[in-house]
């Protein structure tokens, strides 16, 4: 008589039997290839490099923010570019803020919040001149990496030996399975592309571009990791930030925007709000999709105002701008679709909006009645590769492939350029 355990050993020697065929029927060969290969810095050494150093030449500009007459624009990867813009006419760049694997910034009140890689820092700017990094919450944003040279294989990565920062493109020759994928799989944040004044107890935030991934409403910031969740940090006390709540969004998600109590999250999938009723845990209300395509969006009342674009970064096929209606956040609808020739950041100011439209340059449009915009163009301003735009106060700060423009728009008749600031390899 068959009792269990002796059918549970057949099962056993079944399954042992079964894996050492599968091992004899395994192949290698030997392979020449090229592969990324990660740069370590020590974690001490990571988190004992911010510094500010004179001010550097801007080279490879990403986002742009703006408080209390400075300008702080981001050197992908590098840090912040300190810029005195109380004169529009002449800007300064006073400092650079180095920090490792910043792509990201938001103030509130005296305080600077950065991404660092994998670290969120708080940095101390009453004088801007001096700044001091006061604390930082440790692995706020895990498993992320620096641009890597995409097609190729990608080396293990061992956490152990620290903070990746670069990779290296090596040739290799390994005995490898037959057949075998090492493809990189993990996260990929290469295309780092390039709200409203609100107070906050007493503090104020500033003002960022469209692009940005970074919002502070009261005592909370809300920051895009890994472009599939939205994460809540209390920064109530600045020495004691800690995080509140981590949504995971099954979506890429690129772009936040506050406005009146919500987050409006951009993604390539569609447009997203959240409410703030509790700031410590946004409550999803409602989402206006659309077909792929990367999509920055700005608010103004009762509309939102999305830009969606082709490109292989965006997996799209369409240049436009959608006007939605969110007269009722729970059900936004669709109000009118302009053509557009390769649109990426926005911003608006009453009823004046400001497209960044690829390589057509910068457009300014009578955006009053929505169904007409596309008709009602005030100004264009062409040959400017233009990425992100910030409005305040009839100014108007650029940030392009060739450097920041800023613009007088008090006269919507008579727009002006104030003021150009290079980047270093266009002077």
């Not at 641009?147 to 990779?167: A, L, N």
């Not at 990791?225 to 509140?244: W, Y």
């Amino acid at each position: 008589m068959r009792t269990p355990y002796n059918f549970l050993i057949s099962i056993v020697a079944l399954i042992i039997a079964i894996s050492v065929n599968s091992c004899k029927d395994k192949s290698y060969e030997i392979i020449t290839y090229k592969k990324n290969v990660p740069v370590y810095m020590s974690y001490e050494d990571f988190r004992d490099s911010f510094k500010k150093t004179s001010p550097q030449e801007i080279r490879q500009a990403g986002k742009i923010y703006f408080k209390d007459n400075y300008l702080f624009v981001n050197e992908v990867n590098k840090g912040i570019h300190v810029i005195d813009n109380a004169n529009p006419s002449s800007p300064q760049i006073v400092a650079f803020y180095e920090i490792l694997g910043n792509v990201d910034i938001a103030i509130r009140g005296n305080i600077l919040y950065a991404d660092s890689y994998i670290d969120l820092v708080m940095i101390e700017i009453s004088d801007v001149l001096n700044p001091v990094e006061i604390a930082r919450v440790n692995n706020a944003f895990p498993e992320i990496y620096p641009p890597y040279e995409f097609g190729y294989f990608q080396s293990d990565i061992d956490v152990s030996k620290g903070i990746i920062v670069d990779w290296n493109v090596e040739t290799v020759t390994e005995e490898v399975e037959t057949g075998s994928s090492r493809w990189f799989t993990g996260l990929y944040k290469g295309d780092y592309e390039m709200v409203d004044d609100i107070a906050n107890g007493g503090e104020t935030t500033g003002i960022a571009g469209s692009m940005a991934r970074f919002s502070i409403y009261q005592d909370y910031l809300y920051a895009i990791n890994r472009m599939t969740s939205l994460k809540s940090f209390n920064i109530s006390d600045p020495l004691q930030v800690s995080v509140s709540d981590s949504i995971n969004i099954p979506r890429t998600i690129e772009t936040l925007f506050y406005s009146n109590g919500h987050l409006f999250i951009g993604s390539t999938s569609g447009m997203l709000i959240y409410s703030l009723a509790n700031p410590s845990h946004p409550a999803h209300v409602s989402t206006f999709e659309h077909i792929t395509s990367c999509d920055p969006v700005v608010v103004q009342d009762d509309y939102a105002f999305v830009t969606l674009r082709s490109g292989n970064e965006c997996d799209g096929y369409t240049n436009q701008l959608d006007v939605i209606d969110i007269s009722n956040l729970s059900y936004p609808t669709l109000v009118k679709t302009h053509p557009m020739y390769n649109p990426h950041g926005l911003g608006i100011d009453g009823d004046v909006i400001f497209i960044c439209d690829g390589d057509q340059g910068l457009k300014i449009f009578d955006a009053s009645d929505p169904y007409q915009i596309s008709d009602n163009m005030l100004a264009q301003f062409p040959d400017i590769n233009a990425f992100d735009v910030i409005p305040y106060n009839n100014i108007l700060m650029l940030i392009s492939s060739e450097g920041v423009y800023q613009y007088d728009y008090s006269d919507l008749q008579n727009i002006v350029q104030l003021s150009f600031l290079p980047i270093g390899n266009n002077n």
